[in-house]
């Protein structure tokens, strides 16, 4: 199994997304139900990426739900991994 050096949350592929599509993370939040707070929260990786939300992004950017949940599990097995990783011998 690889570990990486970091683990990458789900978040900066939102933000990689709203870059590529010169959009806006209010204009996001409007186009996907989702709120605005929720929105920056997740783009900052300080919150989990639900099934809602999941739901919501895949309406707003067309990229399926399964990438967002499959996303997000990776970043905590990673998390987990790398915690592992580092315990003492």
């Not at 139900?33 to 783009?43: H, N, P």
């Not at 300080?46 to 599990?73: C, F, G, Y």
Request: hydrophobic share 40%; charged share 25%; aromatic share 4%.
């Amino acid at each position: 199994m690889n570990t990486p050096f970091m683990a990458t949350h789900p978040g900066e592929m939102i933000k990689d997304e709203l870059l590529e599509r010169k959009m806006t993370q209010k204009e996001l939040a409007e186009k996907s139900g989702i709120k605005t707070s929720v929105l920056c929260e997740i783009i900052n990786g300080k919150r989990a990426i639900s099934v809602n939300v999941a739901q919501a992004l895949e309406k707003a950017l067309d990229i399926p739900i399964e990438i967002w949940l499959n996303m997000q599990t990776q970043y905590k097995l990673d998390l987990a991994n790398i915690a592992r990783r580092n315990e003492p011998s």
